[in-house]
Each structure stands twice: as C-alpha cells, then as structure tokens.
C-alpha cells in the first residue's frame, strides 16, 4: 500500500495527545536508531521501521522503483507475515513517501517482539525475481489507476514546483516495467542502509527491556554508511492544469519540518481548508523543501478563491489550534505516533516537541507569513479540467 | 385519508429517543443524530440531498458562519450526509447544551427559501463525488424536475421528535446530554404532517464510473435481524486485512485489482452486503466471472481454523481499529476510529436494528455461528446472483 507519510483531514479529536512520560533513543553501533517511547495508558503497541529514502531519491530513470520495492518486500519471508500478524489481532501497513518507506505494526503488547520479529524481516528479504516483479507490477497498474482527484491534484502541484526533483512515489509504470530482481536488490541494499534505519516503539512498556530486545533484532547487520540528503533547490510558483482531476488545489513551498516556517504555513492552509468545507490539506514532512497542498474535488473550483480572499488575522486562533489538533492526532495513538517519531527520526533526529514549541510561539505575524506563502504568486495554482 | 395511527402521532406528537451517551474527552462534545426516512421514491431521494444541502445553510437563529465557527472550535465540521434510509447531521461544540441547541435550531428551523432552493438544485448537479462513492451509490438524482414545495414537505415530513436518533460524545455526567435534549425538544412542535404525493420509479443508475477504473460488484441479498451477524462476519473474512479473501484471491491470486472492499450498505428496508472490486480490465464480465469462481471455491475451503483466524481480525476491527469494517452507513465512505464516527455508528445502530451497538456482543454472536452459517451468508455473497458491471468512463 502507498500513501502520503501525514496525509490529514480536518481532525475529529483535537485533544487527545497525551503526554509522554520517558523516552529513549539509542543509536547502536551499527548506525541503526531505536526510539522507544512509554505510553502509559495505552492498550496497543505500535512499531514502525522507517527506512530514509538518503541516496536513493527518486529520479526519472528510477521513478517508482521504492514504491515496487515496499510491494515486493512487505509480504516477508515466504510471503506469510500478515498470517502470523492478523489472526492475532496485528497489521502491518506500509508506505512510501518522497522522503522514506516505512512499515508499521499495530499489536497487542504481547506480541511487541513478534512485530518487531517481522520489520526485521523487510531489512533481510526473500530474493527477488523477475516473476514477482511482473506480478505486482500488474497490481501497480490498478493502483496508479485508482488514483483519485486530491492525489492528480497534488502531484501537479509537485510537478509544477519542483519538476523532477518532486516525482511523485506512486511511480512511472515504464521505468517499473524495465526493474530487474539485481536493481531492485542494489536499492534495497541502499535505502536499508543501517544509518538510514529507524525502529520506533510506542506504547506501555518498559524503555530498557524494549531497546534491549530491539537491538537484539537490529544489531546485526552491517555498519553501512549513508549519503547527505539531496536538497531540493528548484521551488518555482506557477499554475497547472490537470485533464484528468475535478477540482482546484494551491501548494505553498515549506523548508524542512522543524523550520518554524512550515508550522505557520501548515497552519494558515489548515484554517483555510476547514473554512472551505470538504476541503483537504495534506503536508509530507520533509528533511528539506517540501509543499503543504491544500485543495478540494467536490466543486469545479473554490479553494483558490478562498485562499484569496483568507484574513490572516481572522484565521489565527482557528490555524494554530487545527495544527495543534493535527499534531496531537498523529501522537495520539501509538501506531501513529511511533510513525511519526520514525519519520522524524528519519529527517535527521527531529523532536517533535520542536514542532509544538514551534506552533506554541507562533505569533499572527509568523502566521501571516505563513499564509502569504499561499499568495498566487508565491505558491502553485493547480486547476482540474475534467 | 390519514391513518389513524398517523393522525394520533401528528396530533399529540412522539417524545424523542433517549440519548445515546459516549464517553469522550473533556471540554468537546460531538452531537450526531440521524433522521430516520421512510422508503423514499427517486423525486423525494433528490429532495433529501437538496434538503440536505440547504440545511447547511444556517436557521433562523444561526448563520451557517456562527455553526461553522462552533464546530471548528471543536475541531469538527458540520457533517449532513444523504444516505437511503437517513440524513446524517452531525455537529461539534465545546459547550454540550449550546451544540444541543443549535442542532434542534437545524432540525426544526432552517431557512429552506426560494433562493436557498436554487443555489442548491444548480450546484448540486455538477458537484463532483469520489470514485468509491460513485461505485457504492451507483445512481444519478434527478434534481431538474424538483420544486420547492418538494423540499419543504419532505422537511415537514420527516423532521419530527420520533424520526430523529442522537448520540452524543464527550465528558459529561450520566444522562446529562438526554436531559439538554428531552428539555429543548419539550417544546418541539412539528409541522402539520402533510398529505403523501404519489413519487414511485426508480432511480436513475449511472451508466459508468468517472475515471479509468470500472467496477465488479457481487451482491447479496438484502439482510435483516438475525440474519446480520453471519452476513457481518462473511464480509469480515471476505475483506479485512491482507489476510481477507479478497486480497488473498482477487488481489494476490488472481491480480486483477488493487484494492478491494465488502461492505454493508443500507437499503430503505434493511442491509446490503456487496463485494466491490475495482479493476480496469477491459473485459470486466470475465473479471466478474473468475472472481464469481475463485471466492467461491475458497470459501468452500474455508475451516473452523479459518474461522478462529478471522475473529483475531474481527476483534481488531471492532475493537481497537476500524480499517476494514463493513458497515458504511452513509455509502460514501468507512466509518472511523474518530468519537464522531463512533457516536454516528451508535446512533445509526439504534435506529436501523433497535438496539445499541456493542462489539462485545457482536463478537460474541459471530463465536456462536457454526462454518456452515458463515459459508452460507459469504457465498450468499459471492456466488449467488449475477454480478453488477459498472465499466469506467475513460
């Protein structure tokens, strides 16, 4: 399965977080980095390996090729991981971003090591071959068929501003066609390079005994370095039309996650879209430039309009309190929330209590510039034609 | 002539329904009620969603600004959703009694004008829906031939203590949000039941999907009662999680589809189960047929082992996550984790079967159903009828 890291919708429980008691990130010798965090009330547990995507972005001639990957390796070894998941009340879900694949296993507490048994197994697949990758190729097809108004919507809007630099993880079905089991293994061998690697575990358990069985797991492998992230530097404004998509989408450029920067803008877009309706925002975290896309797909246009005619003054109390919102929603729950400090791993070790105390000091001015990153000029116009 | 039952009910009126209680965080409440409809002909089904669409439009006493603000502030949005035996309305507050208020303020007194009437038939046309709604839906309204007056009897109509079902979510004492809601709606005096026009047809049904992507539907009959549990537990196995049938046989097996779903749609009358399988194959008659094949010889494969696996997803799903629920009350889309979604299924429960929603239960009934009634109720599914073929536009 694919999606967006943080894809969100105007969140139903604004007040759920609850606040963290410990916290321990350890990072082993081999450059593998487990982050275990007690969530003392809750019933699940939730583990998340994120592999960052360092030294293996996405270019045109390797469009999709992650995205193929996660699809081939998610099953496990012999294909059997969600049988010795599911009937014991455990799912594993993966996803592919711009930025990382993770895979992540919502469990009972009993069965922690059993989850963290199966992440270990993405790390040391089966082989490939070129059968299962004919295969699931056929499923990407339906996939990337499947997609809907709000996701062609997006990816013109990363087309638009960041041209190949921002290719979406869904991926080119040509260039997925010609993958071989020897370049899709060279990959593997990259992305799951040991210092891209992040084991986070949430839920009530004990910090010491939890790391310890983790790095039992993932102590193993090699000591494999990883290359600096490549930046995004093309950002460029503009308007994009799309035949195939309904609808109407604005995307603002935001620099990395913990910038405050991106908090105040992924806050003015939120207000914005709450204001509208049906509207949706979706913002990936990202190490470096990265979008926060707001748009809708109910009617013809409307969200353009909307973001020209948004009162930053207006709308402050209403932007911070939805990012907030938005936040507390990712860390309420322990499969989301070991998600997101998996992701935040990921991007160079950020906390996401930079992200609070970024969205606590904003002021209306930083919120103003916040959404003056929406301002037609500034940010991409996307128009569906259907 | 009216039914002397009717008049009774007219006359004197109905107390409202106690209030389904949940308990939720502190200083949000999250009020969803739905309003019950009787089997509705294709011209006052069109009325519902135009009726729908004007309720978002403010009351008397509310603008729709004043209601937005209220439910963002709670960190909602004002849900009215059409669905074939009711209309979902669901609201935030921060403060139980004025979120009570202004719900009362919505069901008895919106602003259902001329001007509201035509700014809603003129957009509601060209307003886009997502493929999965096009594909559980599968019917176009017919807003052309629409007056006024329509609305304005379906309102009378069905906007009356006894249609409407609530619950409420927050942190409140035992009772307290029944007592707000039995105290507003004392006073609640509906309008005059009006005289029943003849609307009989059927619907008008979409010739295709919008996008690429046509749709496989294999559908049950109609379910009710008794018959609920089998037929629930059926989808489950069918379609949640990777180890579901359909992901093991249409997806991995087979590999003519991405993403599949068995769900559970209402009806007027009771309960759909359907099998929704998306794929753009060009010849989805021979998609229908393998599939027709395959999930009927797994589910004569199926065990009591089988079984035993499948309540280790079913306690998942009704208990901790909802991905893979069957039950889609409103048709469009999956019912969530959210206390929103939560008081919605709570309410919806009551007012299509009687009684309150409760996992335990249920999970309970689907341990007491032997192999032969849950294969009976999957290939009830599967393999009973001829399949439905909704081909993609492009």
Known sequence: MLSLVVGLVLSQQPFANETPSERL????????????????????????????????????????????????????????????????????????????????????????ERAVACLQEMVRPDALTAERIAKENKILEEEIALA????????????????PEGLDPLGGL????????????????????SRNLTLSIVGNVDLDATTRLASRYFGGFANNPAPEWRTRTSFKPGRREVD?????????????????????TLSAGLAVAALYG???????????????????????????????EADPGRLFPLGRRLAKAWLNRQLGDPSSRAALLGTLSALGGVRYETLEENLRTMTPTDFAKGLAAFARDSAVVVVGGR | MMPAALFLTAVLGVPPLPVIELEGPANVY?????????????????????????????TKTFTAGEIRASCLEAGERLRIVWAPDHLRIGLGSTRLSDGLTMLMSILSEPKITQEAFERAVTALPYRSTSYWSQAVRQERPDFGQLRL?????????????????????????????????????????????????SDSGASRLLAKLDGPVGVVELRGGEVNGAQVPATLFALL???????????????NQLGVSYWQQAVLTPTPTGLLPRVLIPSKGADLAAVATACQAALGKDVDGWTDARLREALGVARRVLRYESTGFPLMPSGTRELGDSLADRAYLAAYWRMKTGIIWDADRMLAEFQNLSLEDVQRAAKGIVAAGPPVILPGRR
């Open chain 1, 148 to 163: 809907e108004d709000d996701r062609l919507l997006g990816m013109a809007a990363w087309d638009c501003g960041y041209g």
């Open chain 1, 244 to 264: 195939a998509a309904f609808g109407d989408a604005r995307a603002a450029a935001v620099p990395g996650v913990a910038n405050p920067r991106t908090m105040w």
């Open chain 2, 30 to 58: 999250s009020i969803q009620a739905v309003v019950k409809t009787p089997v509705l002909g294709p011209r006052d089904s069109a009325a519902l969603e135009v009726l729908g669409e004007i309720l978002r439009e403010g």
């Open chain 1, 278 to 308: 049906d509207a949706f925002a979706t913002y990936t975290p990202s190490a470096e430039s990265g979008l926060v896309i707001v748009g809708q797909t109910t009617d013809r246009a409307g969200v353009n309009l909307a973001f020209d």
């Open chain 2, 149 to 197: 007056p329509d609305v304005l009897e379906l309102w009378a109509r069905l906007m009356r203590p006894e249609n409407v079902g609530l619950a409420v979510g927050g942190k409140f004492e035992p009772g307290e949000a029944s007592r707000i809601w039995a105290a507003k709606t004392v006073a609640w005096t509906p309008e005059r039941m009006p005289r029943l026009l």
């Open chain 1, 25 to 112: 990130r350890t990072v082993l010798p081999n450059g593998v980095t487990i982050v275990v965090e007690r969530m003392p009330k809750a019933g699940r547990v939730g583990v998340c390996l994120t592999a960052a995507a360092r030294g293996v972005e996405e270019t045109p001639a390797t469009h999709g090729l992650r995205h193929l990957l996660e699809h081939l390796i998610a099953p496990g070894k012999g294909g059997d991981v969600d049988r010795r998941l599911e009937p014991r009340g455990a799912t594993l879900t993966a996803q592919t971003s711009r930025e990382t694949m993770s895979f992540r296993v919502s469990a009972s507490p009993a069965d922690l």
């Open chain 1, 174 to 193: 040509a260039v997925m066609a010609a993958a071989t089991p020897e370049g899709l293994t060279e990959l593997h061998a990259k992305h799951f390079a």
């Open chain 2, 237 to 251: 196995i069918l379609g949640a999680g990777k180890t579901g049938a359909l992901h093991q046989v249409v997806r």
